[in-house]
């Protein structure tokens, strides 16, 4: 065994202070492992008619319940539970309890089952389950049932007790027993595991990416493991990476679910669409009918369909999919989000039942919010729209950690750091090539368009939104949690002229798996990147930049009516969106100042004015010959995956520059946020 030296280090908890709830929910505990029934449902009472919602109040309430033999009570009780926490595993461990003392043993089976499937770290389960099993005969899954109960046995009870924890969404209590277990036992291979799955969940991907190749070094052949890895591979953008781990599995079990799943996701994240919509029809056929999985299938599927331009197949698959499932929100938004569906008035009173219902997740109701708000858009209800728009992004902006601060900070430091003097001392620095072409700004300004327009010159190749800048921003950056004095981008007065060549030598390896023809030029069309424009001039002296610039009242709405599927936290509420872009006009303003010439500012409504104008315009910037089929865009057939997808499939048009005034009564506390950027983004 490897000491605990040699295993990564974990770093100290800082100090939890419980809430008083959760101390009085600590009490309450205390009272029922007494047998105090009666006097912990009076507290319990109380509690919730403060916090009618409360998870642990209502599970504590259903077991005393059942203590004192109200059977029907605790499991109305479990009824409300459920529906608001629908993957709480100890809600159906319970009603498999209140099942057991009904005499009911097929409904206590089922009920104990469905909480081992999300949870396996049930041991209490697991053996009600054995016992039911033996008595009713059924002596193969009886089996089965020990079989789990001697696995769980063999683990180490705070990897036991962390794992259930981690199953039923608690990771911060989780990680608590977890990082304490490891400070002891520092090569435990399991809690290793489970401490690389917190940090998946947590989105701490260095950490977690780390703990997991530790693991594989540890034990080559743990396969949940690998299988672990490579979807930390995948959400770190490094698609190629996972697709191989994938593939590797795939060859030690060719027909699991999940693995394929998982290839496929990898395979999207390449731009590899045409093989996985056939990988995932071949899914279909042995999915139960019906299922939550069914749904999500005929989603990626549709999703895939979309993106190669085959808009009647995508729509009847999404449709499919909301058929299957009627509350299934980002299949909603979907349909919503291809700018040409128009719904019904049975699709809209469906989202509509849908959005209210007390059992529709959270994700699911904000993802119809956004739906109904196109689909009232569309019909000119614009106040009903509007409150939906409102209601989605309220509910969006409570799920993120996006703080402003960090976007200012970074904004003044870099204005600080990259000089105009900075550059001229590491001028010829970095990669020579000039291949890339970055598009950046803001999301809805207009970027989409932009790359059409250059991805139609035989010259350039359209990729997609590459996240290669960001994984270097991480990796310069490091582990330091100072938001008042981060490492980057100070760090990079220290970079030597050979880093910086480095970096922008793997840049473009890295980026070579998303380039499928041998056009010399390539689109990278991270709006984002515009934070980061020093460091990629540094590392790539040659490339190019095009600020894709959009009158603010019509960028900011933009953001406000637009659901994205990862990132752009800072559009979710009037006061970040406009922060932002004031915080984007400041930074560009520096970048034209320091790097005179190298930046292309394409200001949307003049290129929808003037198409053929600024089309020359651009080529002349990026030095490439006209090409007729710059104009004619929209006949260009490639993958588009972003928002704009359909619309750059058609002619321009100047009907969406002044779509936010059908909003006006309800957008003054924008305007009046945006303050002088309304006349600044012209200068």
Known sequence: MNSPAASPQVPELPAYAPTPVELEIRRIRELTRARQHAEALGALAALLAQFPENRDALYLRAMNLRFLSRFEEALAVLDRLQQLYPRYSRAYQERGHCEVARRDAPAAIDAFLRGVNMNPALPGSWDMLQRLYSMTGDAKNATTAGEHIALLRRLPPPVMEASSLFSDGELAPAEGIIRAFLLRHGDDIEGMRLLGRIGLERDVLDDAELLLETVLRMAPDYHAARFDYARVLYRRQKCAESRTVMEKLLALDPRNHEYLKQYAASCVGLGDYEPIIDLYRRLLTDTPQGSREEADLHLWIAHALKTLGRQKEA????????????DFGEAWWSLANLKTYRFSEEEVSTMRAAETAPATTAVDRYHLCFALGKA????????ESWIHYERGNALKRAETRYLPEITDTNTRLQKAVCTAEFFAARQGWGAPEPDPIFIIGLPRAGSTLIEQILASHS???????????????????GRATDLENPRFPGVLAELAPEALRQFGERYLNDTRVYRKTNRPFFIDKMPNNFRYLGLIHLMLPNAKFIDARREPMACCFGNLKQLFSSGQEFSYGIEDITRYYRTYLELMQHWEAVLPGRILRVQHEDLVDDLEGN???ILDFCALPFEPGCIEFHKTERSV????????????YREGLDQWRNYEPWLGPLKDALGDALTRYRE
Request: avoid cysteine.
């Open 315 to 326: 729509v009847a698959d999404y449709r499919f999919a909301v058929a299957t499932r009627a």
């Open 376 to 383: 009232y858009e569309d019909r000119s209800e614009f106040a």
């Open 459 to 477: 010259q350039v190749e359209g990729t997609q939104e590459l996240a290669d800048i960001q994984r270097v921003v991480m990796e310069l950056r």
């Open 615 to 617: 089309v020359k315009r």
């Open 641 to 652: 995956r972003t928002a704009s997808s359909e619309q750059v499939r058609q002619p321009i």
